[in-house]
């Protein structure tokens, strides 16, 4: 089946006790037992709950992996990938990762005696230099946010599986839709399905997509264990966000060309980092491996006080935290998004202070373009 059938019929079928074509959301926190040593596959929410199953079955389907499991958020999903490593186990990331796996890596899990190692991952030289002995994982996101650089999948997996190093991947920026991890050689693929999946800004979610049934083994062990699974109603609203994944994707991507090409030929604007642009670094690589540039732009208005006064006449548009809903939701990434990374760190990897991040919705385009229109007069 396609893409889109998948999203819709896969861990969506109508439920079996009632025919209801939607799936009931099973608020319940335990099951109660037929006889002692008996139920009907449930027992209790933390563990495992119908709607989780059902959102777990479509996520590893669209991403085509073994398996998946869903958690509170993307950094739960993200913690629970990291969890499968021990003391002294070392970790090849991604310079220019979101803000809060820097901080969840380098505040918190250096503690744990994990180890970690930030690099530019769309030069698979800095990737292959980073290998120690120790390594175990590659962690790459690409688009990164919000620099929008792109690595190379296929050729960072070939360096990872010849040494026999796991790849993980972020795909959080574009969704199974527009690029395919698995089939371009990682072993997990991760998810805040907060953004896209879900795509209407009222759930938070995240998901970890496994390749192999070792880690899935793992994976579910953390998830029942520290208890940070997805509750049902959550669950629910990101199965049915799913249902249109498809559809949205296209749309996303298409305003976001329209609206990257009109920010790149625009005075007020200084740099578009958007990887459909011929000008982006990674552009070749991008059209290889992604089905479209997806929805993502960041564009550097030169100062914090011209970023302050274009975000500050928006009037559709909103100046909000989050991506990937269906409305265009704009940040300040150095105050915003990545405030827990050292300026140091920022200003290495382009997180300037003028640095503004877009996410097209898919409104109609050009009334998105309108508001950016209107407030750039202010820059
Ligand atoms: C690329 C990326 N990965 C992971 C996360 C973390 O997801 P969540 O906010 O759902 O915990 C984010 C959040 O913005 C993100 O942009």
């Known amino acids: 089946m396609g893409f889109a059938t998948n999203a819709i019929h896969v861990g969506q079928e109508p439920d079996p006790a009632t025919g209801a074509i939607v799936a009931p959301i099973y608020q319940t926190s335990t099951y109660v037992y037929e006889e002692l040593g008996k139920n009907k596959g449930y027992d209790y929410a933390r563990t495992n709950h119908p709607n989780r199953k059902a959102l777990e079955r479509t996520v590893a389907k669209l991403e085509g992996g073994h398996s998946a499991y869903v958690f509170t958020s993307g950094m739960a999903a993200i913690d629970a990938v990291f969890r499968l490593y021990r003391p002294g186990d070392h970790v090849v990331l991604s310079e220019a990762v979101y803000g809060g796996v820097y901080r969840l890596s380098t505040q918190l899990l250096v503690h744990f005696g994990l180890e970690f190692s930030f690099v530019d991952t769309s030069i698979p030289a800095c990737v292959l230099a980073a290998l120690r002995p120790n390594t175990k994982l590659i962690y790459i996101e690409t688009p990164t946010n919000p620099t929008m650089r792109v690595t190379d999948i296929g050729a ?4 990872a599986n010849e040494r026999n190093v796991t790849l993980a991947v972020d795909n959080t920026f574009l969704s199974p839709y527009l690029q395919r991890p698995i089939e371009l050689g990682a072993q997990i693929v991760v998810h805040s399905m907060t953004k896209y999946l879900n795509g209407h800004s009222d759930s938070t979610g995240g998901a970890v997509v496994l390749t192999r049934p070792a880690d899935a083994e793992k994976i579910y062990f953390i998830q029942r264990s520290a208890g940070a699974g997805l509750a049902p109603m959550d669950c629910f609203l ?35 980092h958007y990887p459909g642009l011929p000008t982006h670094p990674q552009h070749e ?13 960041a564009i550097d208005l030169g100062s914090l006080e011209a970023a302050r006064r274009f975000l500050n006449q928006l009037k559709l548009c909103s100046l909000a935290e989050s991506l990937g809903g269906v409305e265009t939701l704009i940040s300040l990434p150095a105050l915003m998004t990545h405030a827990s990374m050292p ?7 382009g997180i300037t202070e003028g640095l503004v991040r877009i996410s097209v919705g898919i409104e109609d385009v050009e009334d998105i373009m309108a508001d950016l229109d209107q407030a750039l007069l202010y820059v």
């Open 156 to 159: 960072i997996a070939k360096l």
């Open 238 to 272: 990101i199965s049915r966000g799913l249902k249109t994944l498809a559809i949205r994707m296209l749309q996303h991507n298409a305003n976001g060309i329209t609206v990257a090409r009109h920010l790149d030929a625009h005075p007020k604007v200084r740099k578009t």
């Open 285 to 297: 690589i991008a059209r290889r491996q992604q089905k479209g540039p997806g929805a993502m732009i």
């Open 343 to 349: 300026k140091e760190v920022q200003e290495r990897i």
